[in-house]
């Protein structure tokens, strides 16, 4: 019971998750939620500045011309690069053709294709290869100046001439390619780098030279087997079924 004081001018009021009540007059108000701003810091600054330039970059190279909708590489992209380059139409269709073969098997997604592609320091400037970028999204690296001026054949005499590696053909270096990505796709760049620290001392060098380095080209080694439907010991299918989360054959 609320009682008045004389003179009284207090207000003495119920305040519920319906507003506010004054004990006296029994008339309701809504009462005004105050909503309190963490003050900005540098830091935060930089973080949002950083988080909205990933989501631009992501747009940039992902978006299609439905927007929010990821899309893979298709003819049209992939000509827009390498356009004017010189590549042959035969070695263009088997870029794109087994390519998109891979994506569906692998259940991954290219989403942009380029003409940079990163040398070795040791063993040369590849034909192919597959970068991770932001969000777990993928891209593939195609050196255009390597695949100018040359038929399919002498592209594909090129990697039955090669010792180390698997791949006999252009087909299988991009299903080797293939390998890594089914291996990072979806993950972040710092899960990347703790993956690759673990299969650093994990080569194995049943499968192929390249596959003694670590376990990440091992693994891509495996994809060929696998393509090629060649059985493997149980201590590698069980390898290959650990990081690339499928059965081997």
């Known amino acids: 019971m609320f009682r008045r004081h004389d003179n009284c001018t207090c207000d003495v009021s119920y305040v519920s998750e319906k507003g506010r009540q004054n004990v006296h007059t029994k008339k309701w108000t809504k009462e005004p939620r105050k909503i309190e701003y963490e003050k900005p810091t540098k830091r935060m600054r930089v973080e949002a500045q950083a988080r909205e330039a990933e989501i631009l970059e992501q747009k940039r ?33 088997v870029i794109i053709n087994t390519m998109k073969k891979c994506e569906k098997d692998g259940q991954f997604v290219i989403s942009e294709i ?19 970028m932001v969000n777990g999204l993928l891209r593939l690296n195609v050196n255009t100046e390597f695949l100018s001026g040359k038929s399919l054949a002498e592209i594909n005499e090129v990697f039955a001439g090669t010792e180390r590696n698997l791949a006999q053909t252009l087909e299988e270096a991009i299903v080797h390619e293939s390998g890594h990505a089914i291996l990072i796709k979806g993950k972040t760049a710092a899960q990347i780098e703790v993956l690759y620290k673990e299969l650093e001392p994990l080569g194995k060098t049943v499968v192929s030279n390249i596959a003694l380095k670590d376990g990440v080209e091992c693994l891509a080694e495996l994809e060929i087997l696998r393509y090629r439907k060649t059985p493997v ?10 990081y690339m989360g499928r059965e081997y054959l």
């Open 61 to 93: 190279l992902t978006y299609g011309v439905r927007r929010y909708i990821i899309k893979s590489i298709d003819v049209d992209d992939y000509k827009i690069i390498t356009g004017g380059k010189g590549i042959s139409q035969e070695v263009n269709d």
């Open 114 to 132: 380029s003409d940079k592609i990163s040398p070795s320091n040791t063993e040369g400037t590849p034909v192919l290869q597959i970068e991770p």
């Open 233 to 242: 010991s149980k201590e590698l299918s069980d390898f290959y079924k650990k």
